[in-house]
């Protein structure tokens, strides 16, 4: 067991995928000598050169386009993007190319692409780049949409992406780049299934990504008041596993939805949906859900803080689901 | 003022041999002669510029301090760019109006904002305060390359208005940088100036870097070349030469406003400084490339050509240090002063007539805040 950070778990998967199957490279802007806008690719251009380390124009729709022509053709591209913000200069290549050309090839063609972005708010980096946007992708039939949260996905979930027929795109949660934790080898993990972090039988907290950490903590400080509280890390966005949700939810007879996305048309309505139409008559209170205030993200420290879903959210979230007063 | 004729600028044709650009002022302050640019400033002018060369330098080095010490969230330098920027900013007309990136600081500074205006901005006290169309100078622009669309329907729109064509025609500027030039909004934007003749004049400083990328990864020709295959003149300038980068701009803006149509200036410069303060660029340069530049210093080659003119002396000299040192302990002083927005303005701007989901959130988050009134006694 060493201890690693969330960066360093996905370079290793990085430098991992390259040495096992030479059809992998990587692309995106300032991946090559600067190792990335985050350092995840720090290293890896000394190790396998600018053919496969490949620094590219600033042109976010090329590299993704660039990424499909490359997969179409056999290879097995990650593309970078420096935050999901950005990838929307590339919508058009993800969602009405990527997305929808096994369908319009009448399915011979798959494409195997992984594109990695970074997600989420927290570093006062203000609007343009603080976005959580993964739960939109969630919408698109064709995608694959993964959200790891701890280490051992960071590490784990590229190999199987790049192993996917699917276009899979990674959210990498800016917050958790330093992050540390324990890896136990560093093997392979499933793409398909939500984790259950936490056991506990009074409510069911659901977060991904960032809001996996926030979701514990809550779920700590409510274990000190006597609730006990399960905590279910989605980590597959799309396609979403309701039977890890409902079995949860039907053991807890609550469910609290944590995202950092806005809750209107977002991920978190869609679960709150899928548990309303599956478990209804098994809740005893209505689904809530701490997101995102309904604003762009504000770049003042204070008021981003503000903005965000925040334990203390949670846990009165929580508490309201239970019918317990605060105070 | 300047002259210049642009049927003469750039363009197509085979690809001069690097540096070929248009210079007036060599880094030795040597004043040099071109066949189709000139400046023909009074003494008082030339010190002028020199004055704002040196302001803007130390304005923007007191906000990259601030950010050191915590008090700002990021600073995007514009040190080694002056040149290009006062040069640019100066040859504005009062009527023509200007899209900035997120480093055009010492622009800013020659429309007559206030210098504490983007301080403000990056240290999230409020969205960048100026009024655009009282000063003629747009908001930042964060997403790289997307005022150039912007510029690009404004000036559309001057040209629906009438108003262009004479000298009291308007021109609109767009700035941005070379990694910008591969982004398709700036490429789009190039075809739609083109076909609808657009008054505006597309100014890309070109630093040699997008962030850790150097400049051949952004392209094989001279950016400015890329202007013939659009349909309009480009031109190089040395951006380290305030008196060429303000000729330059003044004629291609007069061009715009008389209804010439749109150009590109590449004002070949160099990024002294990190991309912002989030960045250390040792990590992708070598030193004797900084100190190559620093020899051709925008700033060094003024005060060589006034002191060779006599055109000012060390007194003189000595007193814009001066006034520079104290418009930035001025600056620090009100940054240091201002106070943090009121968390509830958070909801405010999302909406001009707020919104029904938007206003429950913000009468919820105002409970709260009210939850801690007393809490203090």
Known sequence: MADTTYREAIREAIREAMRRDERVFLMGEDVGPYGGAFGVSLGLLEEFGPERIRDTPLSESAFVGAGIGAALGGMRPIVEVMTVNFSLLALDQIINNAATLLHMSGGQFAVPLVIRMTTGAGRQLAAQHSHSLEGWYAHIPGLRILAPATVADARGMLWPALRCPDPVLIFEYGGLYNASGELDGGAAVDIDTAAVRRPGSDVTIIGYGGTLSTSLTAADRLADDGIDAEVVDLRTLRPLDDATLLDSVRRTHRAVIVDEGWRSGSLSAEISARITEQAFYDLDAPVARVCSAEVPIPYARHMEQAALPQPAGVVAAVRAALGRSDG | MAKGDRTKAGGGGTAPPEPEFVQLLT??????????????????????????????????????ALQRQGELGIWASLLGQEAAQVGSGRALREQDMAFPTYREHGVLYCRGIDPIMPLGLFRGVNQGGWDPNAFKFNMYTIVIGAQTLHATGYAMGITKDGRVGGG???????????????????????????????????????????????????????LYQRAAGFGFPGLRVDGNDVLASYAVTRAALDAARQGQGPSLIEAYTYRMGAHTTSDDPTRYRIASELDAWQAKDPIKRVRAFLDKQQLADEAFFAEVDAQA?????????????????????????????GSPLLDAERAEFADYLASFEGSAN
């Open chain 2, 27 to 64: 880094p030795d302050g040597e004043r040099v002669a071109h066949p189709d640019y000139t400046v023909d400033f009074t003494d008082e002018e030339y010190r002028g510029l020199y004055r704002d060369l040196v302001i803007v330098r130390k304005l923007d080095a007191e906000a990259t």
């Open chain 2, 168 to 222: 009291d025609g308007e021109a609109v500027i767009a700035y941005f940088g070379d990694g910008a030039s591969s982004q398709g909004d700036v490429n789009e934007a190039f075809v739609w100036a083109s076909v609808f003749n657009a008054p505006i004049v597309f100014f890309c400083q070109n630093n040699q870097y997008a962030i850790s990328e150097p400049i051949e990864r952004q392209t094989r020709v001279p």
């Open chain 2, 325 to 353: 040192q104290r418009e930035a302990t001025h600056l620090r002083e009100r940054v240091l002063s201002m106070p943090n927005p009121h968390p509830e303005q958070l909801f405010d701007n999302v909406y001009p007539h």
